[in-house]
Structures are given as structure tokens and as C-alpha cells.
């Protein structure tokens, strides 16, 4: 049982490129989430979605766009990487609201810009 | 606005001792209020949540917290501290009609052998 999966574990990018994170839920979870994690800072939301093809800005969407083509899958894409996102990102999934539902987390992406 | 404030960034407990981690909270209108644990260079796991009716929730691993709206607290405790235990802690906050979840800034708790 895999839960959520996210790739890739580790990534390092130069200022300006982009890539995408991946992250895939088996678990038929309606609600999915991107979030960044910093030191002192807590987790903070980016995007959500609550339901395929549906997708909204959470706390600090600024400089990432998201996309929920399939229901398993979440993506979170950086468009020209800055250092300043420099981070660790946790993808979650579940049921209903994730207000009130528990939430399931990935293992997270390590992400540098250099 | 939702807000969560978990005002220790390190707690320090004897094996076999007591342990309480604090957070505080506000929210407009009924709370629901969670508490995740996360090891190192993994994602956070649920511990245990108040939605409604009793106000001390047991969960996992023999942790319980206790909802106190007077206080707008939601503090988490364990009876006897495992070294095991040691790990980073976040208390997080939603409501009625919200999508998501507001995270504190995450407690590290050592259990010292």
C-alpha cells in the first residue's frame, strides 16, 4: 500500500530553470495539497485542489502553478526557479475537506536553488 | 483568520517522565484541531484530532490531548516519555466550511534516555 508517492526525493536547479514535482495518491482521496516546509516556519500551503480538474491558491502560491489532469495525481511545477524556494515540499491527500479529514503525506522533495 | 501558535521550539523530557507539548489557537466559529509527527527525512503522520464532543482525545503511540476552549488550547501529552517519541511535533487548525489546514511552526521534542 503505497499511499502517497512523490518524485523526485531530491533535486538541486540554477536560478531560472523549471521543473515539475510529481506527487500520486492510491487511496481514490478527492483533496490534494502542496505545501513548503522552512525551518521556524511550519508548513505552509501552496495549491490544493478538491477534486479533479479543479485546482486554488493556498498561502504562497506566488511563482508555482499546479495542475490535476488525473485524480491519483497532483503536479507543482516551477516555472523559473529563484533561491528563494529553496525548500522541502510535502504533497498530502485526503477524503474530504482537509479542513476537517485527516490529511496523508508524501516523504517529501528536497529542492535547492542555486 | 486561522492561526496556531505552538509557543515551545524545544522540549526536553527524561524517559520515562511526562510530556506535554502546548498550542494555542484562533479561529473564527468552531475549531477542528489536529496534531501531526514527523521523523527525520520523512512526511508527517497523523497523531490524533478534536472535532467535536470529548474533550480529551486519545490517538496513537498513547499520546492524548486535551481541548480547552476557555484557554483556546490543545495541548498534547503523554502519561510515560519513550525515547522512541523523540521527533518533530506540529499542532494544525481548520474550521467548518475551510479547505485546508493552518500549521504551527512545529515543536522538536527529545526524549533523553
Known amino acids: 500500500n503505497a499511499g502517497v508517492t512523490q518524485t523526485p526525493k531530491f533535486r538541486v536547479l540554477k536560478t531560472g530553470q523549471s521543473m515539475t514535482l510529481l506527487c500520486a495518491q492510491d487511496?481514490?482521496?478527492?483533496?490534494m495539497y502542496w505545501y513548503r516546509q522552512d525551518p521556524g516556519m511550519g508548513l505552509r500551503l501552496i495549491h490544493y485542489s478538491v477534486g479533479e480538474g479543479t485546482t486554488a491558491k493556498g498561502e504562497v502560491p506566488d511563482g508555482y502553478n499546479v495542475s490535476r489532469l488525473k485524480k491519483q495525481n497532483f503536479l507543482l511545477g516551477l516555472e523559473s526557479a529563484a533561491p528563494s524556494q529553496t525548500s522541502v515540499y510535502f504533497c498530502?491527500?485526503?477524503w474530504g475537506t482537509g479542513s476537517g479529514d485527516i490529511q496523508y503525506f508524501g516523504a517529501g522533495t528536497r529542492l535547492s536553488v542555486l | 483568520a486561522q492561526s496556531v501558535a505552538q509557543p515551545e521550539d524545544q522540549v526536553n523530557v527524561a524517559e520515562g517522565n511526562p510530556l506535554t507539548v502546548k498550542c494555542t489557537y484562533s479561529v473564527s466559529g468552531n475549531p477542528y484541531l489536529f496534531w501531526y509527527v514527523q521523523y527525520p527525512n520523512r512526511g508527517l503522520q497523523f497523531l490524533l484530532k478534536y472535532i467535536t464532543g470529548d474533550n480529551l482525545v486519545k490517538g496513537s503511540y498513547g499520546f492524548e490531548a486535551e481541548f480547552n476552549k476557555s484557554q483556546t488550547s490543545f495541548h498534547l501529552k503523554k502519561p510515560s516519555a519513550l525515547v522512541s517519541d523523540s521527533a518533530l511535533y506540529f499542532c494544525a487548525v481548520g474550521k467548518t466550511g475551510a479547505n485546508n489546514l493552518f500549521f504551527g511552526t512545529g515543536t522538536r521534542l527529545t526524549v533523553i534516555p
Open positions: 498530502a491527500s485526503s
Open positions: 487511496m481514490n482521496h478527492e483533496y
